[in-house]
């Protein structure tokens, strides 16, 4: 079941690839880790990362995917108490959206202090995008996709 997901995620990527910022393997994995448990959710952020890499190769962003959507998985599963409607969700959504380009940039930093502000400073318009686009798709599709997730999880014991 868990590399179904991660396969949905890499599916839904490349099928909205043609946008810049609109994605929804945020939304995805936070209704993941909202209904499966700790090391699935894990599972599916690795595999994801995993594939992406073979599919774009290795960079400079390559240890920021697993660590990123991984963490997005583990705190999404630690404040899932507090994260319980889709307001909630997509406050905590938009922001991981504009957070995500300043966590990526961390490598570049490391690099330089320059080369780290230039990296972030200029993504910024796409994390804008990143954060209304996550903001707006996690109020749209909560309720559904996070009621049939709860349905399966306990189904099928996730």
């Given amino acids: 079941m868990y590399t179904m997901c991660a396969a949905i995620l890499v599916v839904s990527k490349e099928f909205l690839a043609f946008l810049p910022n609109i994605e929804l393997v945020s939304f995805l994995l936070i209704v993941y880790a909202l209904n499966f448990r700790l090391e699935g959710v894990i599972s599916i952020a690795v595999l994801f990362s995993g594939?992406?890499?073979v599919?774009?190769?290795?960079g400079m962003w390559t240890p920021m995917y697993f660590i990123v959507w991984s963490l997005l998985g583990i705190t999404v599963y630690y404040f899932?108490?507090?994260l319980t409607n889709e307001n909630r969700c997509a406050?905590?959504?938009?922001g991981f959206g504009l957070v995500f380009g300043f966590l990526f940039s961390i490598p570049y930093f490391i690099v330089s202090l320059r080369m780290?502000?230039?990296y972030f400073l200029k993504g910024i318009p796409f994390d804008l995008?990143?954060?209304i686009a996550n903001y707006i798709i996690m109020l749209v599709l909560f309720n559904k996709v996070n009621q049939l997730l709860g349905d399966l999880s306990k189904k099928y014991n996730l």
């Fill in 80 to 82: 899932r108490n507090f």
């Fill in 91 to 94: 406050i905590f959504s938009g």
């Fill in 129 to 131: 995008i990143h954060c």
């Fill in 51 to 53: 594939v992406q890499m």
């Fill in 116 to 118: 780290g502000w230039i």
């Fill in 55 to 58: 599919l774009y190769g290795v």
